[in-house]
């Protein structure tokens, strides 16, 4: 007889079922896109309103950033326990509170950290947004699903360059204010229409709840047309009770479960978003400093993100024709190499945009990928928290990355060689995924075998 997961993993896909719920997820991810673009428009303009030096305007997506980080694994932790549903929501109303806030901010402190509250709500969307759209996902098309859910991000990103692009007529002084305002009202309405998702019936059957379970279970199976057949309910222990350390607990296991896959999703999360946050976050400051003026510099940042789109439909299908550690393995390194000639070029602008332009296509190959990949790399119990986790630790060490590239890396060694040091990263952490985590493409989410031996395994062509 089969379980109640694999019944739900085998549903044929359909949009106004499991496309509605790849939709709404969709769409929390694309603001967490737009307000982490968005801080590299807000750091000039912020500057020059509160006349700050270097230093200071890194706070401006450094706060943002942490927030996240702290946001990431506190919604985590709060998926896996409480439920995806109730996460779902309540990380976008948070986010929609705070950023209408910081539009109003009186003072630079005040604005650092209403963006880092901003952040602590935005921070939990990546991780219960992926881990809900995967459990809804049927087995032979997740991994393209998951993949195709990064579009979201450039999408995101490109609004947001629009969004400032033609808000560079009004005064700089109030301009900051309304590029915040403008993100509210639509993060208000996603809130509103995301009540209306259901729980993951995988969290439910994990947590010991059969019967809500199976009701939506059974209406899956009536809604896709689905052949009805009888299942059980793999029932685990019922979730505990949120507390303090319920987060950090969550920590050990998710060691304890598998040293290696742990620390290949920390290492590939931390250097490829260090490569592109670093990038992102000062594009718009690295191109007005070379002499562009808001127009262009703000132009050639939407250029990187929008190119991203055709990136992340290419990425859908390469992870599952040849696998994500594959895609990963060429995709993010050759990235690197693109933002290293950007840099290069810059005196000469035309050549320069292409550079940019192809690190903002091969970057957006590799992180949906990179996605699905760590998401599919734990079992339900810790699919929240351990993507939570390892996007935790990225966002740490990208939230740094703005103080860091702004202050030290960028003023004593240049772009060049400050971009060529994040590309050797990411080498060194796609090498160590080489041995580190097994190939996912095509296997059940908890019967993914993490063994040794099967690390780096190829798998049966999707079907068989």
Not at 366 to 387: C, H, N, W
Request: hydrophobic share 55%; glycine share 10%.
């Amino acid at each position: 007889m089969k379980t109640g997961e694999q019944i739900v993993q085998a549903l044929p896909w359909k949009w106004n079922v499991q496309g509605r719920v790849f939709v709404i997820g969709g769409l929390g991810y694309m603001f967490d896109a737009w307000d982490v673009v968005l801080n590299g428009f807000l750091t000039p303009l912020v500057g020059d309103y509160w006349d700050l030096g270097i230093g200071a305007r890194s706070l401006v997506a450094t706060a943002n950033l942490i927030g996240m980080a702290v946001g990431a694994v506190l919604w985590g932790s709060i998926a896996d326990k409480m439920g995806r549903k109730k996460a779902f929501s309540i990380t976008m109303l948070i986010f929609a509170i705070f950023s209408v806030l910081g539009a109003f901010s009186p003072n630079f402190t005040i604005f650092v950290i209403l963006r880092f509250l901003a952040g602590v709500g935005l921070g939990g969307c990546i991780p219960v947004d992926y881990a809900i759209v995967s459990e809804f996902s049927p087995a032979k098309l997740r991994g393209r699903i998951l993949a195709a859910m990064d579009i979201w991000w450039p999408i995101g990103g490109t609004v947001c360059g629009l969004v400032a692009t033609l808000l560079v007529p009004i005064d700089a002084d109030i301009r900051w204010r309304w590029m915040l305002v403008f993100m509210v009202l639509p993060a208000l309405l996603l809130f509103w229409v995301r009540r209306s998702i259901p729980e993951s019936p995988l969290f439910l059957a994990q947590a010991g709840r059969e019967k809500e379970a199976r009701v939506i279970i059974d209406d899956l199976v009536t809604r896709t047309g689905a052949p009805v057949e009888k299942y059980s309910i793999e029932a685990k222990k019922s979730p505990e009770k949120m507390s303090i350390g319920t987060a950090f607990e969550q920590l050990r296991e998710i060691w304890r479960f598998n040293p290696r896959i742990t620390l290949t999703a920390w290492a590939l999360f931390v250097t490829i978003m260090l490569l592109y946050y670093a990038a992102l976050s000062w594009m718009p400051s690295i191109l007005r400093a070379q002499g562009y003026g808001d127009y262009a510099a703000f132009t050639g940042t939407t250029l990187m993100t929008s190119v991203g789109i055709i990136g992340v439909l290419t990425s859908a299908w390469l992870c599952e024709a040849f696998g994500r550690k594959w895609v990963i393995g060429l995709s993010a390194p050759v990235a690197a190499v693109a933002l290293v000639l950007f840099a290069l070029t810059l005196n000469v602008s035309s050549t320069a945009l292409v550079f940019l332009a192809v690190f903002g296509f091969l970057i957006q190959v590799a992180i949906p990928v990179l996605y699905a990949y760590v998401s599919e790399l734990y079992p339900t119990s810790m699919r929240a928290s351990g993507f939570g986790w390892a996007s935790s630790v990225s966002r740490v060490a990208t939230g740094l990355a703005p103080l860091l590239f702004g202050t030290v890396l960028w003023p004593i060694f240049g772009l060049p060689i400050t971009f060529a040091i994040t590309g050797i990263a990411v080498l060194a952490a796609v090498l160590w995924m080489t041995v580190g985590a097994p190939e996912t493409r095509g296997r059940d989410l908890d019967h993914i075998d993490t063994s040794p031996n099967q690390v780096g395994a190829t798998v049966p062509p999707i079907g068989r």
